[in-house]
């Protein structure tokens, strides 16, 4: 079965500094990769996705995500972070194929507080 | 331009009572899905739609029924209310396979069970 683990439940950075939220995922066959961000009270919105070929990938808002094979993960990174980054990231993996068809399972989640 | 719209944005139930949860969306996507997300927990599918007529379970179905007679919507019903069931409800579509296609997410119903 395929599973996300977000080992960061809660980050804490200073407006400006960078930004790694770490993300490992188990999956049997080649995955589909996507990060996901949600602002309070709000749904989620997508920020960059995986599917195959350049594993940097960018995104909206200034991020981008790299796709490590060996190490099963999928890190997302932004080199200068702003107060409204301000949210709860969440990253997910789907499938093509099998049971996982039409899925996606998120991870737990991991909250971002800037810090002026 | 609406996309994914859920009604209602709150509501309180009391144990054993039943209620529908809507959800419509204006751009013709084949793809529907209701997730629940608990704190800590991330999102669980529930049930998702392929299409009109056509719905298959997700992780946590109990408890839950939907139904799909129009591309446009695809409500969820809890029959029995049960204090497990108090969670934030979100409906997604897209428009095709979620592997490449990105989901469009409503703004969500805080549903409590008391």
């Known amino acids: 079965a395929q599973s996300v683990t977000q080992p960061d439940i809660h980050i804490t950075v200073s407006e400006g500094a960078s930004l790694e939220l770490r993300c490992n995922y188990s999956y049997g066959a080649t995955p589909y990769l996507f990060w996901y961000v949600q602002s309070p009270g709000q749904g989620l919105q997508l920020l960059l996705k995986?599917?195959?070929?350049?594993?940097l990938v960018q995104g909206i808002k200034g991020f981008e995500a790299e796709f490590k094979r060996s190490q099963s993960s999928f890190n997302l990174r932004k080199p200068s972070v702003h107060w409204s980054d301000a949210a709860e990231y969440f990253c997910a993996v789907g499938g093509a194929g099998g049971t996982s068809y039409g899925k996606l399972t998120f991870g737990q989640g991991t909250i971002l507080t800037v810090h002026p | 331009n609406a996309g994914v719209t859920q009604t209602p944005k709150f509501r309180i139930l009391k144990i054993g009572q039943s209620m529908t949860l809507q959800c419509t969306q204006d751009m013709n996507h084949n793809y529907m899905y209701w997730y629940r997300q608990d704190p800590g927990m991330g999102l669980k599918l529930i049930y998702y739609?392929?299409?009109?007529?056509?719905?298959d379970k997700g992780e946590v179905p109990n408890g839950y029924n939907v139904s799909r007679s129009t591309t446009e919507d695809f409500p969820l019903r809890l029959e029995l209310a049960a204090p497990s069931q108090t969670s934030v409800y979100f409906c997604?579509?897209?428009?095709?396979?979620?592997?490449?296609?990105?989901?469009?997410f409503g703004d969500g119903t805080r549903l409590s069970i008391l």
């Open positions: 997604a579509s897209s428009a095709g396979h979620p592997s490449n296609q990105p989901q469009h």
């Open positions: 739609s392929v299409g009109a007529g056509i719905t």
């Open positions: 995986y599917f195959s070929g350049d594993t």
